[in-house]
C-alpha cells in the first residue's frame, strides 16, 4: 500500500507526477502561446468556470449558449480539457450521470493572467481554489439539484413574466452557491445561509424609443434531510437578516424565499418550520412559496410550472406573482450584479498582462492554488491510514465515491441509528447481498461501524459518515453528534450521534419498532397499490403543546402514513414489551387524550392520525382495552385496534389480525375470534372539509422472542 507523505495530499501515479513536473515551470512564450490559441468562446467558458466550479456540459449551454450552439460547446470544452486547461470528474452521486469540469491550476493561472488579475486573489473571490472545491464535492447531491432549478428559471424566465403581450428579454443574470452572510441582530453577531440566490435581469420595452432593466431575486432554500431543526434554523435566520439595522433602509425590498421540498413530507416539514419560526420570533413570516419538486429523475425542471404555495397562508400562487423590482441594495453583498454574462470579453494584448512582465525566456513558477485530478485522489480514498479519518480532503472526496444505495443508506441511518442488514434491505427495496456490499465499502471508508447486541448486530456512524452528512448539508457536526463518553473504546471516533446512546439502552425495544416497519414495508410492496409513505421516531414526532399556562408533551415511539390508493392513512406507534402496568397505560392514554383534545392537529392543518395496539399476549391486550376504554371513551373519534406479536409473526401486519379496541358492548375481545380484521381495509375514509376526524393509537407491544 502507498504511504501517504503530507497530510492532506494523496499518493500520485508516476504519470501524474510526471505531468506536474512539466506543468509546474512554463515560459512567458509557452503562456502566450496557449493563450493565443484560445477563441472567444474558450475564455468565455473559462470565465464560467472560475465562478461556477463543477458543471456539467447543459450547464455550460445555459451560461454561453448565446454565442455558441451545443456542438460547438462540447466541442470546446473537449479542447480546453485536452490543453490541460479544464479537468473533469464523473462522480457516482444521484442525479449527476454526466461529467463535470472545472478548471485545473493552469487553467487558472492562464484566465488570471488573460482579466489583469493576481491568480491566488481570483481564484479566493469565486472559491476556486482547493479550498472551494472540495467545500463543494459533498454538496454535489443539493447543487446539483439548484442548478437545474435554476437553468430553468433563466431558461423560462422571459415566457413566464410575458404581460400583456409584452414579451421581456432576460439580459443579464446571476447566480450564487451556498450564500453566507454575517450581520448584527438585536445586539448579536448572527450569519445566515441559503442554498442558493439567483438574480434576473429582465429588460422590458416601454415605448418605440424607451427601455427599461429591472432586477429580481430569490433565495432557494433545499436540503436531503427530513430535518425540522435545521429547517428552522436557516429560516430563523433570514427572518433576523430581514429584521436587522442594516436592512433598515431598504427594509420593504426583501427578496422572497423559494423552498424545494424533495417529498411531500418533507413539505410538511418546511411548511411547519415556517410557522414555528414566525411564532417563535413572534415576526411576520418569510415572503416566499414552497413547491415539492417531481419524483423520479428529470434533464429539465421548469421551475415556474411547479405548484407553488405561500410560505405566510399556504395558499396555491404563480412564482411570478412573487417577484418584485428590487434594487442593488436589496441583495446578499457576495453577489455581484455588475458582472453580467452578457459583457464582451475585453480584448487583450498578450504583451499586457501581468505573467509578460517576465523576461521571455525566464521560466514561470505556478504556486499550486489547485491540486486538481480529484477523480484519481478519490479512488485512492480506502489507502488513507486510519489515524486520518478525519481529514477534510478524505471527507470532501467522499462525496465522489459514494453511489445513490449508499448514500440513502447513509441518510437513512441518521434518521434511525441501530438498523440491521435485513431491516436495511427491506426499508430500501434492496436485496440483502446488494445492501451487504454497499454496507462493506462504506465499512472500509470508515463511515459505518458495526455494533453486536442482545438483538443481533446493528449499524451505526462514525464520526467519518457522521463528518460527511455533516459536509453535505452544510450542518455544523455539534447539530447531529455528541462526543462519545467511552472514547477509550471507540479508538476510531469519539463523535457519537445523538440519541443513540438512548436508543442503544432500550435495543429491543428499539429493533421492535423497526422490525415492525421493515415487515409493514415489504407486505404492502406485495400488494397493489399500497405503500408505506413515510416513518418517523425519536424527537421528530414528538409534539410540545401548551393547554392553558402549563406545557404539554406527547411522546410517541413513531408516527407513520400508509396509502392505500389514493387514501393516505396515518397511525402512531407505541412500543411496550409487556412492561406496562395499568398506572402506565393509563398515563399514556391520557397524554393522547390531551393532545387530541388541545386542537394542535387543527392548528397544524393535518389530519388526527390512526390508532393501532400490538401487545405480546391476551393478556396484556385485554389490559390495554380496559385502560383505554375508560381514557378515550369520551374523546371525540377514538378508536383503539389491538393484535397480539404471535399473530404479527405468523401471519404479518396487512393479515386479518386486528381486533377494534373500543367495539360496542355486545363484541368480546378473543383471540382468533372472526371479529378480527384487516386494519386498513376497514378504517373509513377521512373526509378533510368534516368537523369529526379519526383516530389512532398505534401502542405496538411486541416481544422480539415470543
Same mark, same amino acid.
Given at each position: 500500500?502507498?504511504?501517504?507523505?503530507? !497530510?492532506?495530499? +494523496?499518493?500520485?501515479?508516476?504519470?501524474?507526477?510526471?505531468?506536474?513536473?512539466?506543468?509546474?515551470?512554463?515560459?512567458?512564450?509557452? $503562456?502566450?502561446?496557449?493563450?493565443?490559441?484560445?477563441?472567444?468562446?474558450?475564455?468565455?467558458?473559462?470565465?464560467?468556470?472560475?465562478?461556477? *466550479?463543477?458543471?456539467?456540459?447543459?450547464?455550460?449551454?445555459?451560461? =454561453?449558449?448565446?454565442?455558441?450552439?451545443?456542438?460547438?460547446?462540447?466541442?470546446?470544452?473537449?479542447?480546453?480539457?485536452?490543453?490541460?486547461?479544464?479537468?473533469?470528474?464523473?462522480?457516482?452521486?444521484?442525479?449527476?450521470?454526466?461529467?463535470?469540469?472545472?478548471?485545473?491550476?493552469?487553467?487558472?493561472?492562464?484566465?488570471?493572467?488573460?482579466?489583469? !488579475?493576481?491568480?491566488?486573489?481570483?481564484?479566493?473571490?469565486?472559491?476556486?481554489?482547493?479550498?472551494?472545491?472540495?467545500?463543494?464535492?459533498?454538496?454535489?447531491?443539493?447543487?446539483?439539484?439548484?442548478?437545474?432549478?435554476?437553468?430553468?428559471?433563466?431558461?423560462?424566465?422571459?415566457?413566464?413574466?410575458?404581460?400583456?403581450?409584452? /414579451?421581456?428579454?432576460?439580459?443579464?443574470?446571476?447566480?450564487? /452557491?451556498?450564500?453566507?452572510?454575517?450581520?448584527?441582530?438585536?445586539?448579536?453577531?448572527?450569519?445566515?445561509?441559503?442554498?442558493?440566490?439567483?438574480?434576473?435581469?429582465?429588460?422590458?420595452?416601454?415605448?418605440?424609443?424607451?427601455?427599461?432593466?429591472?432586477?429580481?431575486?430569490? +433565495?432557494?432554500?433545499?436540503? %436531503?434531510?427530513?430535518?425540522?431543526?435545521?429547517?428552522?434554523? #436557516? $429560516?430563523?435566520?433570514?427572518?433576523?437578516?430581514?429584521?436587522?439595522?442594516?436592512?433598515?433602509?431598504?427594509?420593504?425590498?426583501?427578496?422572497?424565499?423559494?423552498?424545494?421540498?424533495?417529498?411531500?413530507?418533507?413539505?410538511?416539514?418546511?411548511?411547519?418550520?415556517? %410557522?414555528?419560526?414566525? $411564532?417563535?420570533?413572534?415576526?411576520?413570516?418569510?415572503?416566499?412559496?414552497?413547491?415539492?419538486?417531481?419524483?423520479?429523475?428529470?434533464?429539465?425542471?421548469?421551475?415556474?410550472?411547479?405548484?407553488? #404555495?405561500?410560505?405566510?397562508?399556504? %395558499?396555491?400562487?404563480?412564482?411570478?406573482?412573487?417577484? !418584485? *423590482?428590487?434594487?442593488?441594495?436589496?441583495?446578499?453583498?457576495?453577489?455581484?450584479?455588475?458582472?453580467?454574462?452578457?459583457?464582451?470579453?475585453?480584448?487583450?494584448?498578450?504583451?499586457?498582462?501581468?505573467?509578460?512582465?517576465?523576461?521571455?525566456?525566464?521560466?514561470?513558477?505556478?504556486?499550486?492554488?489547485?491540486?486538481?485530478?480529484?477523480?484519481?485522489?478519490?479512488?485512492?480514498?480506502?489507502?488513507?491510514?486510519?489515524?486520518?479519518?478525519?481529514? /477534510?480532503?478524505?471527507?470532501?472526496?467522499?462525496?465522489?465515491?459514494?453511489? *445513490?444505495?449508499?448514500?440513502?443508506?447513509?441518510?437513512?441511518?441518521?434518521?434511525?441509528?441501530?438498523?440491521?442488514?435485513?431491516?436495511?434491505?427491506?426499508?430500501?427495496?434492496?436485496?440483502?447481498?446488494?445492501?451487504?456490499?454497499?454496507?462493506?465499502?462504506?465499512?472500509?471508508?470508515?463511515?459505518?461501524?458495526?455494533?453486536?447486541?442482545?438483538?443481533?448486530?446493528?449499524?451505526?456512524?462514525?464520526?467519518?459518515?457522521?463528518?460527511?452528512? &455533516? &459536509?453535505?448539508? @452544510?450542518?455544523?457536526?455539534?447539530?447531529?453528534?455528541?462526543?462519545?463518553?467511552?472514547?477509550?473504546?471507540?479508538?476510531?471516533?469519539?463523535?457519537?450521534?445523538?440519541?443513540?446512546?438512548?436508543?442503544?439502552?432500550?435495543?429491543?425495544?428499539?429493533?421492535?419498532?423497526?422490525?415492525?416497519? &421493515?415487515?409493514?414495508?415489504?407486505?404492502?410492496?406485495?400488494?397493489?397499490?399500497?405503500?408505506?409513505?413515510?416513518?418517523?421516531?425519536?424527537?421528530?414526532?414528538?409534539?410540545?403543546?401548551?393547554?392553558? %399556562?402549563?406545557?404539554?408533551?406527547?411522546?410517541?415511539?413513531?408516527?407513520?402514513? +400508509?396509502?392505500?390508493?389514493?387514501?393516505?392513512?396515518? +397511525?402512531?406507534?407505541?412500543?411496550?414489551?409487556?412492561?406496562?402496568?395499568?398506572?402506565?397505560?393509563?398515563?399514556?392514554?391520557?397524554?393522547?387524550?390531551?393532545?387530541?383534545?388541545?386542537?394542535?392537529?387543527?392548528?397544524?392543518?393535518? =389530519?388526527?392520525?390512526?390508532?393501532?395496539?400490538?401487545?405480546?399476549?391476551?393478556?396484556?391486550?385485554?389490559?390495554? #382495552? @380496559?385502560?383505554?376504554?375508560?381514557?378515550?371513551?369520551?374523546?371525540?373519534?377514538?378508536?383503539?385496534?389491538?393484535?397480539?406479536?404471535?399473530?404479527?409473526?405468523?401471519?404479518?401486519?396487512?393479515?386479518?389480525?386486528?381486533?377494534?379496541?373500543?367495539?360496542? /358492548?355486545?363484541?368480546?375481545?378473543?383471540?382468533?375470534?372472526?371479529?378480527?380484521?384487516?386494519?386498513?381495509?376497514?378504517?373509513?375514509?377521512?373526509?378533510?372539509?368534516?368537523?369529526?376526524?379519526?383516530?389512532?393509537?398505534?401502542?405496538?407491544?411486541?416481544?422480539?422472542?415470543?
Amino acid at each position: 500500500m502507498n504511504k501517504r507523505t503530507t !497530510k492532506g495530499t +494523496f499518493p500520485m501515479p508516476e504519470s501524474t507526477r510526471e505531468r506536474r513536473r512539466t506543468g509546474r515551470k512554463l515560459t512567458a512564450e509557452a $503562456l502566450t502561446e496557449i493563450g493565443a490559441s484560445l477563441t472567444d468562446v474558450d475564455w468565455r467558458l473559462l470565465h464560467w468556470l472560475l465562478r461556477y *466550479p463543477l458543471q456539467r456540459a447543459d450547464d455550460l449551454m445555459v451560461g =454561453v449558449g448565446r454565442w455558441a450552439s451545443r456542438a460547438t460547446v462540447y466541442r470546446h470544452v473537449q479542447a480546453l480539457k485536452a490543453k490541460g486547461l479544464v479537468e473533469s470528474v464523473l462522480p457516482k452521486t444521484p442525479g449527476t450521470g454526466k461529467r463535470l469540469y472545472y478548471l485545473s491550476n493552469l487553467g487558472l493561472y492562464l484566465l488570471a493572467r488573460h482579466l489583469e !488579475k493576481p491568480a491566488r486573489q481570483l481564484a479566493r473571490k469565486w472559491q476556486a481554489d482547493e479550498v472551494g472545491l472540495l467545500r463543494l464535492l459533498p454538496r454535489l447531491p443539493t447543487l446539483l439539484v439548484l442548478q437545474e432549478v435554476v437553468n430553468g428559471l433563466v431558461d423560462y424566465a422571459a415566457d413566464a413574466m410575458t404581460t400583456q403581450g409584452r /414579451r421581456p428579454r432576460l439580459v443579464r443574470w446571476n447566480w450564487q /452557491r451556498d450564500v453566507t452572510h454575517r450581520f448584527l441582530f438585536r445586539e448579536q453577531n448572527m450569519r445566515f445561509f441559503a442554498d442558493g440566490v439567483i438574480a434576473l435581469c429582465v429588460r422590458t420595452q416601454q415605448s418605440e424609443s424607451s427601455m427599461q432593466d429591472q432586477w429580481y431575486g430569490l +433565495f432557494i432554500l433545499s436540503t %436531503e434531510l427530513d430535518d425540522e431543526q435545521l429547517m428552522r434554523l #436557516r $429560516l430563523e435566520r433570514l427572518v433576523c437578516w430581514k429584521e436587522s439595522p442594516e436592512r433598515w433602509s431598504f427594509y420593504q425590498h426583501m427578496l422572497p424565499v423559494l423552498i424545494l421540498a424533495r417529498s411531500q413530507r418533507q413539505r410538511d416539514h418546511w411548511q411547519r418550520a415556517v %410557522e414555528t419560526t414566525a $411564532l417563535k420570533l413572534r415576526l411576520d413570516p418569510l415572503a416566499g412559496a414552497l413547491a415539492c419538486l417531481p419524483l423520479g429523475e428529470s434533464t429539465s425542471v421548469n421551475p415556474w410550472l411547479l405548484n407553488w #404555495r405561500t410560505l405566510a397562508s399556504d %395558499e396555491s400562487c404563480h412564482l411570478q406573482d412573487l417577484l !418584485k *423590482p428590487l434594487p442593488h441594495k436589496a441583495f446578499p453583498p457576495s453577489l455581484w450584479l455588475e458582472e453580467g454574462e452578457d459583457e464582451e470579453p475585453k480584448a487583450r494584448s498578450p504583451s499586457s498582462a501581468s505573467a509578460a512582465t517576465v523576461s521571455s525566456g525566464t521560466p514561470t513558477r505556478l504556486g499550486r492554488l489547485l491540486v486538481g485530478n480529484v477523480a484519481e485522489r478519490a479512488a485512492q480514498v480506502s489507502q488513507v491510514a486510519q489515524d486520518e479519518m478525519e481529514d /477534510r480532503e478524505v471527507i470532501a472526496l467522499l462525496g465522489l465515491r459514494l453511489t *445513490p444505495c449508499q448514500w440513502n443508506i447513509l441518510r437513512l441511518l441518521l434518521a434511525h441509528p441501530l438498523l440491521s442488514d435485513q431491516e436495511l434491505a427491506d426499508l430500501l427495496d434492496i436485496q440483502r447481498r446488494s445492501v451487504r456490499c454497499s454496507i462493506y465499502e462504506l465499512h472500509q471508508l470508515d463511515c459505518l461501524e458495526p455494533m453486536a447486541t442482545e438483538v443481533g448486530k446493528r449499524w451505526h456512524l462514525c464520526g467519518r459518515g457522521l463528518r460527511l452528512i &455533516a &459536509a453535505s448539508s @452544510r450542518l455544523h457536526i455539534r447539530n447531529i453528534a455528541v462526543e462519545s463518553d467511552d472514547a477509550a473504546k471507540r479508538e476510531t471516533s469519539t463523535l457519537l450521534q445523538r440519541g443513540e446512546a438512548w436508543l442503544l439502552q432500550r435495543i429491543g425495544h428499539t429493533a421492535g419498532i423497526y422490525g415492525f416497519f &421493515a415487515s409493514l414495508t415489504q407486505a404492502a410492496r406485495r400488494e397493489p397499490e399500497q405503500a408505506l409513505s413515510w416513518w418517523e421516531t425519536g424527537v421528530v414526532c414528538e409534539r410540545r403543546y401548551r393547554v392553558g %399556562e402549563q406545557w404539554c408533551n406527547l411522546r410517541p415511539d413513531a408516527l407513520a402514513e +400508509f396509502r392505500v390508493g389514493s387514501q393516505q392513512m396515518r +397511525f402512531w406507534l407505541e412500543w411496550d414489551r409487556g412492561t406496562m402496568n395499568a398506572r402506565d397505560l393509563s398515563v399514556k392514554f391520557t397524554s393522547y387524550a390531551s393532545y387530541i383534545a388541545s386542537r394542535e392537529l387543527a392548528r397544524e392543518g393535518s =389530519v388526527l392520525p390512526l390508532l393501532v395496539c400490538i401487545v405480546p399476549d391476551i393478556a396484556q391486550e385485554r389490559r390495554m #382495552r @380496559r385502560v383505554a376504554l375508560a381514557k378515550l371513551t369520551h374523546t371525540s373519534g377514538a378508536v383503539l385496534w389491538t393484535t397480539t406479536a404471535v399473530l404479527l409473526k405468523e401471519r404479518g401486519p396487512l393479515a386479518s389480525i386486528w381486533l377494534q379496541g373500543i367495539p360496542p /358492548r355486545s363484541q368480546a375481545a378473543q383471540s382468533g375470534s372472526s371479529l378480527r380484521q384487516c386494519l386498513f381495509d376497514v378504517i373509513p375514509t377521512h373526509d378533510p372539509n368534516a368537523n369529526h376526524t379519526l383516530v389512532a393509537l398505534a401502542s405496538l407491544t411486541a416481544d422480539r422472542h415470543p
